[in-house]
């Protein structure tokens, strides 16, 4: 996060609070009973959500992947029921998630880092680590080829120590 100003920070926290608000949000209060007639059955859900919440693209496809995007969580933390996970944590997996899985584009390491800084902002002490390890385990799952950037395990760093000392001489 470059700053609470930036236009991509603050799109991802008004998502962020909509996803939120939204899980306190029961169907008979999400919207009128004549939106739910005219949505197809598979999009009831996001129907009523973006009459109540507004036209945010990104939390009506949240709204619509809720199940992809929990059964994700759900395997990530398997000691965590959902019903468990605090709310401002759980809004912020979700997410960070859906990103993952719908903007490949933008940058695995920008994604989760966010994800933190929201944690960190908007929620207890603790969530800034849960989140990174729900996201860092889940990540293999979203995004199975993503080159994270680790560093080599201690043999590889020696033997590559060794072989620069011998290619000095």
Do not use: Y
């Not at 129907?47 to 199940?67: C, H």
């Not at 395997?75 to 468990?84: F, I, N, T, V």
């Not at 401002?88 to 940058?107: M, Q, S």
């Not at 680590?129 to 020696?158: A, M, Y």
């Amino acid at each position: 996060m470059k700053s609470k100003k930036d236009p991509r920070h603050v799109h991802r926290l008004k998502t962020m609070r909509s996803v939120f608000a939204w899980q306190f949000q029961t169907p008979n209060k999400q919207t009128s009973l004549s939106a739910t007639k005219r949505a197809k059955p598979s999009n009831v859900g996001a129907t009523l959500a973006v009459a109540r919440f507004g036209k945010n693209k990104d939390f009506s496809a949240i709204i619509k992947n809720i199940k992809k995007i929990d059964k994700i969580i759900k395997d990530s933390a398997p000691k965590w029921p959902l019903e468990q996970i605090n709310k401002v944590d759980l809004a912020i997996l979700r997410t960070a998630c859906w990103e993952l899985l719908h903007k490949p584009k933008t940058p695995t390491k920008v994604i989760i880092d966010e994800a933190i800084e929201l944690a960190k902002e908007f929620s207890a002490q603790t969530s800034a680590s849960f989140i990174n390890g729900v996201l860092g385990t889940g990540l293999s799952k979203i995004r199975p080829n993503n080159k994270r950037t680790r560093s080599p395990p201690l043999e590889e760093h020696e033997k590559n120590k060794t072989t620069r000392k011998k290619t000095k001489n």
